[in-house]
């Protein structure tokens, strides 16, 4: 166990270093929520607060949309741990990494937490930015702590998946379009900017059951203390543990194999 401790370490070091030298991908992936809260939440907020008839106005709607980016923020970090496993894989770091007496998962795992200190590092700036431009959030320590948990949780599963969907590419530029269902169709096919009911009936039955709407709808009630139908907490972490499990086994498949697919 210490030695799977330390090899895991190393490798976390490692990736780390990385994020350290090519600054490109972790900014890109800030970049984005950032984009996104600005252009919906200052330039958008009234009108968009208006036409939902909201009462709150801008600042109403800036609270509507936060949780819904910080989401947004962990999908779009996403295609850095997925272009660098298939580097990797593709460089040949790989085969040389299996002729050394390490810990053969340490490697994946050093993918996963190093993306995971890096969104949470992104997560705590565009919370930051949010409350600059009119972000009131209103929960307990307790409710903090369980949104914090909740959002960890879904980094976690999110880039097991991604650094699976990774392994499958043979090329990084492959590796970093493959990801874009996760990055950009679920964020914006959800409640993150409108909510459900104002949505066409096709586009709201596919909000409505896929899981970025039900882990949205539970930020909202620990940050703002919003109503939230009954399960959906649970059934957010379920998501959770259910994309962690699939993406875990994929990814150890793929990396097991030798050989991207």
């Known amino acids: 166990m210490s030695y799977a401790l330390q090899d895991t370490a190393t490798m976390l070091r490692r990736n780390l270093r990385h994020a350290q030298r090519y600054p490109g991908l972790s900014l890109g992936a800030l970049g984005m929520p950032v984009i996104m809260i600005l252009l919906f939440g200052l330039v958008f907020g009234n009108t968009f607060a208006a036409g939902l008839g909201g009462g709150g106005g801008r600042g109403g709607y800036i609270d509507f949309l936060t949780p819904g980016i910080l989401l947004m923020s962990i999908a779009s970090g996403t295609m850095s741990p997925a272009v660098a496993v298939c580097m990797d894989m593709t460089e040949g770091i790989v085969t040389r990494f299996r002729s050394m007496a390490i810990f053969r998962p340490a490697v994946l795992t050093g993918h996963v937490l190093g993306n995971v200190i890096l969104t949470v590092v992104s997560l705590v700036l565009v919370i930051g930015f949010a409350v600059l431009i009119g972000f009131r959030p209103n929960a307990s320590a307790v409710d903090w702590l369980l949104a914090a948990a909740l959002l960890i949780g879904v980094t976690v599963g999110l880039t097991w998946f991604a650094i699976a969907l990774g392994l499958t590419s043979k090329t990084p530029e492959g590796a970093s379009n493959i990801v874009l269902p996760i990055s950009l169709l679920l964020p914006f096919l959800s409640n993150t900017f409108i909510p459900l009911e104002a949505m066409p009936s096709?586009?709201?039955?596919?909000?409505?059951y896929q899981p970025f709407t039900p882990i949205i709808d539970?930020?909202?009630?620990?940050l703002l203390g919003t109503?939230?139908?009954?399960?959906?907490?649970?059934?957010a972490a379920a998501w959770c543990v259910a994309i962690a499990i699939v993406g875990y086994f994929w990814a150890q498949k793929n990396y097991n194999k030798g050989t991207v697919a």
């Open 218 to 222: 539970t930020l909202r009630h620990l």
């Open 202 to 208: 096709g586009i709201r039955w596919f909000a409505e």
């Open 227 to 235: 109503p939230m139908d009954n399960g959906s907490g649970w059934l």
